[in-house]
């Protein structure tokens, strides 16, 4: 006699557990993005063409070189006349910043008596480049 074996299906089965978990990070990821898309500003732009300024003030920049000489823009000056005429060149100006030039061998008391002078001419802001 033939056995006839009985073949039972195999039912497939989704489970839905993962998929609901991302479907719920998309939505708070879309929620989160949205909202901050939201929160903009309202920014004036100016037009294209920059004006040019009619006082272009030239930077005071003051150099002491390796024979202890002091210059402002170039121009040499003893270090009795420095706090006159940074003074007067300082008054001319709305920012009060002073570049200050030294080399490996200035001397760091030159350095400190060109600082001070500037202070009491009434720098405010300093660049140290050397």
């Known amino acids: 006699m033939v056995q006839i ?3 039972r299906k195999k039912s497939f089965r989704m489970d839905m557990a993962p998929l609901i978990d991302v ?3 998309l939505l708070i990821f879309f929620m989160l993005t949205f ?7 309202d920014v004036n732009l100016p037009d294209g063409e920059a004006q040019p300024e009619a006082n272009l003030q030239e930077d005071i920049n003051i ?3 390796r ?3 002091i210059r402002i823009n170039g121009e040499p000056i003893k270090i009795t006349d420095l706090r006159q005429e940074l003074k007067t060149r300082l008054d001319a100006r709305k920012d009060k910043l002073v570049s200050l030039e030294t080399f490996d061998s200035t001397k760091f008391e030159m350095f400190t008596s060109v600082l001070d002078i ?6 405010k802001d300093f660049n140290i480049i050397r």
């Open 5 to 7: 074996q009985s073949e």
């Open 118 to 123: 500037s202070r009491q001419a009434g720098a």
């Open 35 to 41: 909202s901050v898309l939201g929160q903009a500003m």
């Open 63 to 65: 150099m002491i070189d």
């Open 67 to 69: 024979d202890g000489l």
């Open 23 to 25: 479907v719920f990070l």
